[in-house]
């Protein structure tokens, strides 16, 4: 293996990506020797239209403008996205899409490298990869998503294959769409949908999408690919109006994502396909492969040394693709789960799809459309001039003035389980920074329920007193906001040193005991082992969540929060993982929510009526046999039905070993389901950050009402600065009187300085 610049280049791979960072190899440095194998012809390719975005050309403009003005001279462009759904044709303008035929890509690809001096190998299989390594400086692997390249060195790459629930086919329309499409087609074996978009002149790429079963209930699986492209022509007929489709060795496909561990092995590098795949529904393909060839060439210009250059560009392409691939996998699994949006409002709707990938935003989508998303709002009974967040919400008798929610956050910084002066503060300050609703951290129940010696409880006749010092506080301070208090039982993971001195890790000494369903440290070989429950056990602690409540009641908070989540005690029965009993409370699923819905009973009984309960339950456990999504609206299901008012849906903590998700909103797609096929509603929460996320959460319908932990710890006043930002100055948002001379943002230095005038 070569240290320095690659002087002999293989590339594996006649697609964009590869094409491309051979032309670019050889601008870079003409006496570079620079060899692609491609398995078929120069003009065989499957698909037909591809879309770039500005930034991409904008980086071929600079790296190669003679590629560059070869493209520019091809591309269709457009600005619409069509939504059709039964009956509504909605349009949305301001996208800016590029798009042209892959054919034609590719011929301007090949005369590029032709140019250059790279030799093309055509009908041509490539060496085998490790022959390749030894005989070349660098190979790059643009071999696609069935990489025999990533094959060969699987041990390095350690790749993860995730295959999807849908299937789709490429296909085409002998004529231009005048936008982007998306169809949806209700039939007799369930939903369809189409994907289209114009290429050229007199081209559009149509791809057809349904779920497994469903092309299976309709006979797609036998159908030849005659059969299957003229039967999709008659189902959407009125998008092609009448015109027939064409295929090119089309297939019906599931969907694969793949995932690398390493990019890089010796000489051998990914790219494209080969090293990540994003759903064909944000159009993403072609561009990372195109955007890696330009990283690569770059980081190799970069960097003399080769290892350097190519964890260099790993360096530089991994968050982007982490980045894409989330957005793809949003927007792949809203097309999975399209039928829990069907009934939904047309404009809602439209906005829903439109916004699926988290990348499109309330605010961004009316910078490109204000009249769209204006039509969305009216449709909605949002006032005018009044962002979606600040829309009020009602649960009983509770009517919560926005759909912002302080998350419950745990501070450790009680005394034996009493709030003091730092809860008044923290609380006190973010009830008056506008809120609809502040809820308390975690409360515990009994002192054996803490999770460390610095977590408030609400299992003494003080801890009530001082409760409603608080909520007073809040009530008299800051009219209209809502407080919450959220109670909770520890179970395994309690005795545990403060989250600063370190998380999970048992106290050095005063360890109180556990309890939990089932003996099973949180920690094996770190954590206590914890007692099982036996009914007298079951029985005490349900009657001190009771006791707990009542006292709640006392304090006069406005809404009760049963955690159910996180791997504490209550989350400890709902698990598979956690819960190994035999009895009546462990194994079916059912018999896993005995217990907690026991508790929930017991506490609903003594609550006052007017008052709404909520309940927060972890969706997945992020583990291997743990709990799912489809357990979680099970779940979801049956605190409704025995009274639950909404479902706060986080996930995770149950088990050390998770292997969570993470990523902006990453948890909100378990709230959304559960709101949209149960009807039940549900508070989001999970790394929402910005007012834009809640805005487009809420008007999406895929929220009610939208939790935020850190943004409240950076800023208590979040929810007014908000306001603030959104010119908003209506009642959902009032400002404290003693503030309002602060509601508007402090003037900045000024940054319009004269220009110069004259060049000497």
């Known amino acids: 293996m070569t240290t320095g610049r690659p002087a002999r280049v293989a590339v594996v791979g006649g697609g964009p990506g590869g094409l491309y960072a051979a032309a670019l190899l050889a601008r870079l440095d003409p006496e570079r020797e620079i ?17 770039l975005s500005d930034e991409t050309l904008g980086g071929i403009e600079h790296a190669d403008p003679t590629v560059h003005a070869a493209l520019r001279n091809e591309f269709v462009r457009w600005d619409d ?31 590029r490298c032709q140019a250059l001096g790279v030799r093309l190998r055509c009908h041509a299989q490539a060496p085998p990869a490790e022959w390749l390594s030894r005989a070349y400086d660098l190979v790059i692997a643009a071999d696609g998503v069935n990489s025999t390249t990533r094959q060969a060195y699987a041990h390095a790459f350690r790749p993860h294959l995730t295959t999807h629930r849908c299937r789709y086919i490429w296909l085409a329309a002998d004529f231009a769409l005048d936008a982007f499409r998306f169809e949806i087609a209700e039939t007799g074996h369930g939903v369809m949908q189409l994907h289209g978009y114009p290429y050229a002149p007199d081209s559009s790429t149509v791809i057809v999408e349904t779920r497994e079963e469903v092309w299976r209930r309709a006979g797609l699986d036998h159908c030849t690919e005659r059969e299957s492209t003229e039967r999709c022509a008659k189902l959407f007929a009125d998008a092609l109006g ?65 290892p350097d250059a190519l964890a260099a560009y790993e360096s530089e392409r991994r968050p982007v693709i982490e980045s894409t691939q989330r957005a793809a996998r949003a927007s792949l699994e809203w097309f999975e789960n399209l039928e829990l949006y069907l009934d939904q409002p047309p404009r809602q709707f439209a906005f829903n799809l439109l916004t699926r990938s988290r990348r499109v935003t309330h605010d961004n989508l009316r910078l490109r459309d204000a009249a769209f998303v204006a039509a969305v709002e009216h449709e909605a009974a949002v006032p005018p001039d009044t962002p979606p967040m600040f829309t009020p919400f009602r649960l009983r008798e509770l009517t919560l003035r926005n759909r912002v929610v302080v998350s419950p956050m745990d501070m450790y910084s009680a005394q034996d389980g009493t709030p003091g002066d730092f ?19 975690m409360v515990c129940v009994s002192p054996e329920g803490r999770i460390t010696p610095g977590c408030a409880g609400l299992y003494t006749d003080g801890h009530e007193a001082a409760w409603r010092r608080v909520v007073d506080f809040a009530h008299r301070q800051s009219p209209g906001v809502a407080v919450g208090v959220q109670l909770g039982h520890s179970g395994r993971k309690g005795s545990t040193r403060l989250m600063r001195e370190g998380i999970d890790d048992p106290l050095p000494h005063g360890n109180w005991p556990l309890v939990a369903p089932s003996p ?36 006069g908070f406005d809404l009760l929060e049963l955690h159910c989540a996180h791997g504490y005690l209550l989350s400890g029965f709902l698990s598979p993982l956690t819960n190994h009993r035999t009895d009546a409370y462990g194994g079916s699923p059912e018999a896993r929510l005995r217990y907690p819905l026991e508790v929930f009973d017991a506490i609903r009984a003594v609550w006052p009526e007017r008052r709404p309960m909520t309940v927060r339950i972890s969706a997945t456990d992020w ?64 790394a929402i950050s910005s007012w834009d996320d809640v805005n ?21 006043h979040w929810t007014l600065h908000a306001a603030a930002d959104q010119n908003y100055t209506g009642p959902a948002a009032p400002w404290p009187l003693p503030y309002q001379a602060g509601s508007r943002k402090p003037p900045s230095g000024r940054t319009d300085a004269p220009k110069p005038r004259l060049a000497l």
């Not at 357990?631 to 039905?641: E, H, M």
Request: aromatic share 6%; with cysteine; proline share 5%.
């Open 520 to 555: 099973l440290p949180y920690r094996p070989g770190v954590s206590q082992t914890p007692r099982a429950l036996d009914s007298a056990g079951l029985a005490a602690i349900r009657d001190r969540f009771v006791r707990a409540a009542e006292r709640a009641a006392g304090a």
């Open 623 to 686: 583990a291997d046999g743990g709990t799912t999504a489809d357990d979680a609206v099970a779940i979801a299901a049956a605190f409704a039905a025995h009274g639950a008012d909404a479902v706060d849906v986080s996930t995770g903590q149950v088990v050390p070993d998770e292997r969570p998700d993470h990523g902006r909103s990453y948890q909100t797609p378990y709230a959304d389901r559960i709101r949209n096929e149960l009807g039940v509603p549900v508070i989001a929460v999970g």
């Open 35 to 51: 060899t692609v194998w491609e398995r078929g012809a120069p003009d065989e390719t499957f698909g037909f239209g591809v879309v």
């Open 242 to 306: 009448g015109r027939p489709l064409r295929s090119n060795r089309s297939q019906w496909t599931a969907f694969r994502t793949v995932v690398n561990e390493r990019w890089s092995h010796g000489n051998t590098v990914l790219i494209g396909d080969a090293a990540h795949t994003a759903h064909f529904s944000i159009g993403s393909g072609t561009k990372l492969a195109v955007e890696d060839a330009l990283a690569l060439a770059a980081c190799l210009q970069e960097h003399p040394a080769l």
């Open 81 to 111: 996205i069509d939504v059709a759904h039964r009956g509504h044709v909605l349009t949305s303008g301001g996208h800016g899409f590029a798009a042209l035929g892959r054919r034609r890509l590719l011929e301007i690809l090949h005369q």
């Open 696 to 716: 487009s959460l809420i008007l999406a319908g895929r929220a009610d009402l939208c939790a935020l932990a850190r943004p409240h710890l950076y800023d208590p």
């Open 423 to 441: 809860h008044l503060v923290h609380l006190g300050a973010r009830a008056l920074g506008g809120a609809g609703l502040v809820m308390t951290e």
